[in-house]
Every structure is written in C-alpha cells, then in structure tokens.
C-alpha cells in the first residue's frame, strides 16, 4: 500500500515543479541530462540506473532537493527504505514539501 501512496505522491509532484529548484537544474546542462535519465530509468524499473544518475546531480548540485526526493523512490522501489527515509529526510531539510510529504508516509 506504502508503494502504491508513493508512486502516486511522485506522479502529482513532477507535474507540479518548484520553481527554485527548476532553475537551478537549468543552470547545468549536464544535471538536466542525468534528471531526465534518471526519471526514465526509474520508470523502466532500472532503480539501480536511477539511483546512479540521481547521485551524478547530487554530487553536482547537493542543494537540489528533488534529485534527493526521487532517489528516494529508487531506494524505496528496491526494497531499501533506509536510503529512502535518508533521501526524503534530505529532500525535506532541504525545504522540499513533497519530501516531507514522502517521509511522513513511509515513517
């Protein structure tokens, strides 16, 4: 039911992207790059992919709450809700509301 909640929760929120965070993946080219092949390895099931291009924009960009937010869904699809919990917690101390929002439904 938790992965259920989840997928839909990630679903609603790329359709509605803080702007802050927007601009600052716009910055770089090469952290636009591996979003969007995160987000296409993740929804093929490739969670180990995911989790490795989510990384790639992390070490870039550390601030950028939604890298951390959707390697959350990566860690939690594989059964690794340690490294979820970590990354949602990441994504909200980072003031990203739906990692908040994550956090509180798989806690």
Known sequence: MKKIILSYLM???MFSPNLS???ML???HYSETY?????NYYNKGEYNNAIEEFSQIIIMLPDFAPAYYLRGFAYND???YVNATNDFKRACDLKYEDGCKALRIIS
């Open 11 to 13: 679903a609603i929120s």
């Open 21 to 23: 965070n927007a601009n």
């Open 26 to 28: 716009n910055s770089s």
């Open 35 to 39: 979003f969007t092949k995160g987000i």
């Open 78 to 80: 594989k059964g690794e």
